[in-house]
């Protein structure tokens, strides 16, 4: 037997805990640890809620969570319940699958202005992630900016500009539909702070943004390359061009805008208290296709900043962290003898959600390549010992499908849920 931890119980944990199923079949025990009580993490908190579709590879995850070598550890903290230490004592590997749920921070001046928003801040509001439901983003309008041009910013924007109907069939939380249906947002920038052959936005995503009932997205042709220029753009890439050209063929039409505002570069944020206004640079691409200013300054009137600049793994006492990169040190998963980091904890925030299924695969063979079959670590039944000792509130899979099921009982109608947005509130729908 091998005794396997994970710690995160989002994509990355669970191909982990099904890679390790397939390498060594009945010969594991894998345990999935997460702080919150309810699994899933980046599905349940980072899809958009109206990417429903995206949102049903959990119901793979459910059938890997419900075979009996695998186990849902829920409401415990590590570092707080248990320490990585104790866990490395009683399992043969402990993989942290922690995502990277912190935002990059901006680093310009007034960044800690209130109304200046971290995506994983935004993204977890909407989404009824309980460490940021209280958020009360400002949403007055009539100016948002959006700093960053990758997928996050399309579903920042998205979400912005929809209309209460466009939300049907989501499950985005009530508090943040009745928050956006005032609509007081008009005109919706995106900076990025390199060009159109730079953006980091897969075509559907940008497609979507053409078929909004009441936003237009509009691209200033004069930031387009020449058209030619796109053949040696990878097949992708040229998708999304395609989209921007599209999109420059648009008239500013009522009631909201969606500005792509390429070559520019947040440099300041001002306002009395609260933001008020972007001050932005121009840039140009130098020879290394990185952007560098150009001296040129303009203002964009704002009440809202959602920086979507990518995300951080937070580091954990102990264990090997490298800064620059935002997650752990690590030598393809490798951290140190028994501790391995996968996903975005491993690599940091690229890929889709798929990309951390050969991870997980690489992690189970890493793992069969240390460990030994015959295990003389005490596993679950140890981690069972400790948590009865300490007083551990343990939410199990089973706990789970009952708080799963009063969600689904709760939701308005053609919703599929509605998320409880508070641990106390999970915790009391335990059947
Ligand atoms: P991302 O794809 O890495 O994009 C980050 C963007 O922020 C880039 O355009 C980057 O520009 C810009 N940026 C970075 N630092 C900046 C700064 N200091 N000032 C201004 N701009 C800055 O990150 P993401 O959008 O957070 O997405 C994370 C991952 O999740 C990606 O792999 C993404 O595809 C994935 N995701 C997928 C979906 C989906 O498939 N539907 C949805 C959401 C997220 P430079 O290129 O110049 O660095």
Redesign the pocket.
Known sequence: MRHVAVIGSGPAGYYTAEACQKAFGEGVRVDIIDRLPVPYGLIRTG??PD?QS?KAVSKRYEATALSDNVRFVGNVTVGQDVSIPELLDLYDAVVLATGAPHD?P??IPGDDLPGVIG?AAFVGWYNGHPDFARLDPPLGGPGAVI???????L?VARILAKTGEEFAGSDIVGHALAALEPHGIRDITI????GPH???M?PK?LGELGHLSRATPLVDPADLPPADADAALDPGLRKSVGHLRAFAGNAPAAPVSIHFDFFA??VAIEGDGKVERVIVERTRLDDSGR?TGTGETYAIPAGLVVS????RTPPIEGVPYDAKLGRFANDEGRIAPGLYAVGWARRG????IGTNRPDGFLIAERIGADTAADSAKKGRAGLDDLFSARGVDVVTFRDWQGIEQAEIANARDGAPREKFTSLDAMLAARK
Do not use: K, Q, W
């Open positions: 899809v958009a990417h995206i990059r901006l680093g995506s700093v960053g041009a990758g997928n996050v910013a579903d900076l990025a702070r390199r730079e953006i980091a897969t995503e570069m947040p952007a979507c600049i990518g995300y925030p690229t890929g889709t």
